[in-house]
């Protein structure tokens, strides 16, 4: 069964104290591996999208990568306006059409 | 860019009446859009997903009946959930791909929705 699981389920971190969030999934297909940052009553946030395996993207204090069944969004010195929700996303399939959310990392930051 | 709106932002309204949520892209085109719906700390359900000139695509235990998708131009989706009751209650977000930016999607702000 396709699936994805997000883990820690919650993460509390002191400024400045670096971590990783991981993200394991188990599809047929891969198409692409999203990630997304959620704040409380308002839409994901993009943030980043790894097509393959090996790649890595960055964007500030936050640094996605790509494995064969997992992904991890590492988070460098991160501060109190990171914390929010973190979901993964993975897009299968043959024609690309199966999409499958996690249930997020909840992150505070705590001053 | 790749902003998407949602119209409302909250609406409450009285049981058995039809609720129609509007998502646009606002500085793309979009060939397709998706519905999700999410409940309190629980991640996003895909409800349906749309291409734009043809009918919405349903996932399983998605009543078309009941959330009808309108996908009339490569900017505007409409979401109608008619006849809504208590347990359609819930956070509604839309998301868009963008023509030549990949697979990658865009979400709206959500639209929540209160069945009294």
């Known amino acids: 069964e396709d699936q994805v699981t997000q883990s820690p389920e919650a993460l509390r971190l002191q400024e400045g104290e670096s971590s990783s969030l991981n993200c394991s999934y188990t599809v047929s297909g891969l198409r692409g591996l999203f990630w997304y940052r959620q704040d409380p009553g308002k839409g994901p946030e993009f943030l980043f999208t790894l097509y393959s395996a090996g790649e890595e993207k960055e964007k500030e204090r936050l640094k996605a990568t790509l494995t064969k069944k997992e992904s991890f969004l590492h988070i460098t010195a991160p501060k109190p306006e990171d914390s929010a929700t973190y979901l993964c996303a993975v897009q299968a399939g043959i024609a690309g059409n199966q999409f499958y959310f996690g249930t997020g990392t909840s992150l505070t930051v705590i001053p | 860019g790749a902003v998407v709106s949602q119209h409302p932002s909250r609406v409450i309204c009285k049981s058995g009446t039809s609720v129609k949520i509007e998502c646009r892209s606002l500085d793309f085109q979009a060939t397709t859009m998706f519905w999700y719906r999410q409940f309190p700390k629980k991640s996003l359900m895909l409800m349906a997903t749309s291409n734009e000139g043809s009918k919405a695509t349903y996932e399983q235990g998605v009543e078309k009946d009941k959330f009808l998708i309108n996908h009339a131009s490569l900017t505007l989706s409409t979401l109608t959930v008619t006849s809504a009751h208590p347990e359609d209650s819930s956070f509604y977000i839309c998301?868009?791909?963008?023509?030549?930016?990949?697979?990658?999607?865009?979400f709206g702000p959500g639209t929540r929705l209160l069945v009294l």
């Open positions: 998301s868009a791909k963008a023509i030549g930016r990949g697979e990658t999607q865009y």
